[in-house]
């Protein structure tokens, strides 16, 4: 079973809706990632964290807005969402993102997001 | 043009065939190639990782990579219906950040 945990595993909210994705590691890892999953669509970085610092935020809408209190949690903050933003949002963790050698990435099973 | 290109599939293969997964991509400063597997409602697992050119086996896993074409392959020999799942594959030149094909469904049928 994985070391990466996210909640809730399926959320529906509307367009006016304020609610936060949780994901929690038991790894022991530095760096924290979001991706975007949608359909027939290459994965999407959207934020990466090492060491509790954002050292990527891939051209994200302000509308997500994530937060890493600690090396072990991340959460994806969002509010005032579009239809177009349905998708699975996968959690990932890795040991140390500049670390040469430490490329394995280990993912959590994803929060599927809709939309209405 | 995409960074990374991947046949969606579906591919559909019976029990004990070999499997041949691509990807091209159009960035040659990609050092770092990696497969993940992804089961239904699961995240990806890492499966086979490949620095530079060359092969790497793993049981009946066999990556390759030719940097001179931009083409990188995974092969499945001996497939099993448990090998059906969406295979992605991905590339880095720096560890910050990935790039991810869109993913190939593979189905194998017993």
């Known amino acids: 079973e994985t070391g990466v945990t996210q909640t809730p595993r399926h959320l529906v909210m509307g367009m006016t809706n304020k609610k936060s994705l949780k994901c929690e590691q038991h790894l022991g890892h530095n760096a924290m990632y979001w991706y975007k999953q949608s359909a027939k669509k290459p994965l999407e970085l959207m934020f990466v964290?090492?060491?509790?610092?954002?050292?990527e935020n891939n051209s994200v809408p302000s509308r997500f807005s994530p937060e890493c209190p600690n090396s072990s949690h991340l959460f994806l903050h969002l509010h005032t969402l579009q239809p177009e933003d349905s998708a699975l949002y996968l959690c990932a963790s890795s040991q140390d993102v500049k670390r040469d050698g430490s490329y394995e990435q280990y993912f959590g099973p994803g929060t599927r997001l809709t939309v209405t | 043009q995409k960074e990374v290109e991947q046949d969606p599939g579906p591919l559909s293969v019976p029990e004990g065939a070999i499997v041949s997964l691509n990807c091209t991509y159009s960035?040659?400063?990609?050092?770092?190639f990696m497969w993940y597997r992804q089961y239904s409602r699961k995240g990806p697992e890492l499966l086979m990782y490949?620095?530079?050119?060359g092969n790497k086996e793993d049981g009946r896993f066999t990556a390759q990579v030719d940097k001179s074409s931009k083409y990188i392959s995974l092969f499945i020999r001996d497939s099993q219906p448990s090998d059906s799942a969406t295979y992605l594959c991905a590339m880095s030149y720096n560890f910050n950040k990935f790039y991810f094909g869109s993913g190939t469904k593979l189905n194998v049928k017993p």
């Open positions: 490949t620095y530079s050119s």
């Open positions: 964290y090492n060491f509790k610092e954002q050292t």
């Open positions: 960035n040659s400063a990609f050092q770092y």
